[in-house]
């Protein structure tokens, strides 16, 4: 069974990097056919998807977080890192790590594994 844990730093300031990382456990991310992604929910608003890292590698984002979105992983920790930059208020939500094996689910916002999410408010 997969688990997930999000940890990151809960306050950022205006125009800081925020960083992430989601640790998996009961499975490899690069041997399992599985898209990990980054999914986040800000107060009042649905899911909106972020970004994925396929287990060959290769990656996707969201249009409109493309520019200043990086989504990478550590195979030695078997982990997936999100780094974001320019940060604005509008981006504190709940920022959680997902993982399915079949892509339809990850953009659908339907994936069968999540964290447990974890907080980050953009505040000065």
């Known amino acids: 069974q997969v688990q997930l844990q999000e940890s990151g730093p809960g306050l950022v300031k205006p125009s800081q990097t925020l960083s992430l990382t989601c640790t998996v456990s009961?499975?490899?991310?690069?041997?399992?056919?599985?898209?990990w992604s980054w999914i986040r929910q800000s107060p009042g608003k649905g899911l909106e998807w972020i970004a994925y890292?396929?287990?060959?590698?290769?990656?996707s984002y969201s249009p409109p977080l493309k520019n200043r979105t990086s989504i990478s992983r550590d195979t030695s920790k078997n982990t997936v890192d999100l780094q974001m930059n320019s940060l604005k208020p509008d981006d504190t939500a709940v920022y959680y790590c997902?993982?399915?094996?079949?892509?339809?689910?990850?953009?659908?916002?339907?994936?069968?594994?999540w964290g447990q999410g974890t907080q980050v408010t953009v505040s000065s």
């Open positions: 997902a993982a399915d094996q079949t892509l339809h689910n990850i953009v659908v916002l339907i994936p069968q594994y």
């Open positions: 009961g499975g490899s991310i690069t041997t399992d056919s599985t898209y």
């Open positions: 890292i396929y287990y060959s590698g290769s990656t």
